[in-house]
């Protein structure tokens, strides 16, 4: 049968909002029809204009607060309302911990039929000033004036800023150094429609442990007009600065970094650690960009893992090998499984570096790879997975249910693909016990979730 909506484009109501969604908007119902309103926070009613109405749904636009949350702050970022990097700046800090924990187990309920403990979310010390890594776009606005700092909400607009709150502040050394260098020499912005300019992000990387920091100019040619000056400005105005790389985006894309890169000043890569391990990290390698949570982590993987020394682990998705090796100093053998080969490459050499020799890392498929270790006469105890956004391939999954190890432990920085994931292991024989939100992103809407799987039936 089909409903019509209560509402329709151009309305104004009031309504309470329940809960909040995947991308930080506060949801609720109204006439018992789901709408989406950005800015609005649970137990809050709110005034709204509908902006769009579908079938199932609606997105209306905040106009007033009647009742406001008491969790509800002002926020701290002068940016915040145009910039689309945060999403709840509006929450404090304890009420963004508990959306958190509620949005896993709404989707462990809702999407994977899941009756799963949700452990309280493991939250920042600081939750400002983390990221080890960040990327500011630079363009030129309408009159003709420099623009740096970050894209608006859904847009390519770039919203002007000195400094982005969270950050570390080597970064936005880094972007106000170069912006400087820019207006002082006229060194133009990159435009994304007419292909012209130069510079295209400015980008900081901060060893938070070492304290040794890489700045970044990804431009659209090979030639820096000036280059002496930014980096004499660059050594006197960061501190810690070890490296300046240049890397050169010559494709009409949105896509932030090209192929070649080159060092103007320094060191190839700069140095960090997680936990007793060190790792080199170059201008386009991976790395966590929360340092501090990631250890929070990934001791929670190995704590799920339960490793007593003599298991042999596999890990899926395994990208430049950081969980496989922090695995490894507490089993007999790790296999890392990775489908992206200069990741596996960089795994080699960060097992090498840490000497690590008991971590082995495999090129391929894990659909494919796991069946050939079985074939192999590997029987892993313990099989880890930490796959993208979209979730396990179910020809994965499958593959590692046939494998049949003890537990699984999943890693996920998506609860609804956690969720479906889930609920097919369960079909599978394996059941979820704990799920741990890990706050790897405060501010936003993201959270990540380690989850412990046990074997439910053993082979005959």
């Known amino acids: 049968m089909k409903i019509k909506p209560p509402v329709k484009q151009g309305d104004n109501i009031v309504m309470q909002i329940s809960g909040l969604g995947s991308s930080g908007e506060g949801v609720g119902k109204y006439e018992g029809f789901t709408v989406f309103v ?6 809050e009613e709110v005034c709204v204009k509908i902006t769009l109405v579908k079938k199932s749904y609606a997105i209306g636009a905040l106009q007033e607060v009647v009742k406001p949350s008491a969790e509800r702050v002002e926020p701290a970022c002068p940016v915040y309302k145009e910039c689309g990097g945060c ?15 509620e949005q896993v187990q709404a989707a462990l309920g809702r999407i994977g039929h899941l009756d799963i403990e949700v452990m309280p979310v493991l939250g920042a010390n600081d939750p400002w000033n983390y990221r080890n890594k960040m990327q500011f776009p630079a363009a030129m606005n309408a009159e003709g004036e420099l623009q740096i700092g970050c894209y608006a909400t859904a847009t390519h607009s770039v919203i002007d800023t000195d400094a982005c709150m969270i950050s570390k502040e080597a970064n936005n050394a880094i972007m106000k150094t170069v912006r400087t260098w820019m207006k002082h020499y006229n060194i133009s912005a990159y435009d994304e429609k007419t292909g012209k300019g130069l510079v295209r992000h400015i980008m900081g990387r901060v060893g938070v442990h070492s304290g040794e920091v890489m700045a970044v100019i990804i431009t659209s040619g090979y030639d820096i007009p000036h280059r002496g000056v930014l980096i004499e400005w660059l050594k006197r105005h960061v501190p810690g600065l070890v490296s300046v790389v240049q890397n050169i985006n010559k494709k009409q894309t949105n896509v932030v970094m090209g192929s070649k890169t080159r060092v ?6 700069i140095k960090d650690s997680l936990g007793t391990l ?19 982590l990934y001791n929670k993987a190995l704590e799920f893992a339960a490793l007593g020394g003599k298991e042999t682990v596999v890990d899926v998705y395994c990208g430049t090998g950081t969980i496989s090796l922090y695995l490894a100093r507490h089993a ?14 960089n795994a080699k ?24 270790l079985l ?9 880890v997975v930490d796959p993208p956004r979209a979730g396990c391939e179910q020809k994965v999954l499958a593959a590692i249910a046939e494998v049949q190890p003890e537990r699984v432990v999943y890693v996920s920085c998506n609860p609804a693909s956690l969720a479906r994931d889930l609920a097919f292991m369960n079909e599978h024989g394996y059941k ?3 799920a741990q939100p890990v706050d790897m992103f405060p501010m936003t809407s993201h959270v990540e979730s380690v989850v412990l799987l046990n074997r439910m039936v053993k082979p005959f």
Do not use: M, T, W
């Open 38 to 43: 950005k800015g609005a926070l649970p137990e």
């Open 87 to 101: 999403q709840l700046q509006h929450l404090s800090y304890k009420g963004q911990l508990e959306c958190k924990r």
């Open 264 to 269: 103007l000043y320094g060191a190839e890569a």
């Open 278 to 296: 060190s790792f080199n990290i170059s201008a386009q390698a991976f790395f966590q960009v929360n340092s501090e949570q990631a250890e929070k």
């Open 332 to 345: 007999k053998q790790v296999y890392g499984i990775e489908i992206v080969a200069p990741a596996i490459e």
């Open 349 to 372: 050499k960060n097992a090498e570096e840490n000497k690590c020799s008991n971590a082995e890392f495999v090129c391929g498929d894990a659909a494919v790879e796991l069946p050939k």
């Open 375 to 383: 074939a192999g006469g590997v029987r892993p105890d313990v099989v």
């Open 432 to 434: 979820a016990l704990v």
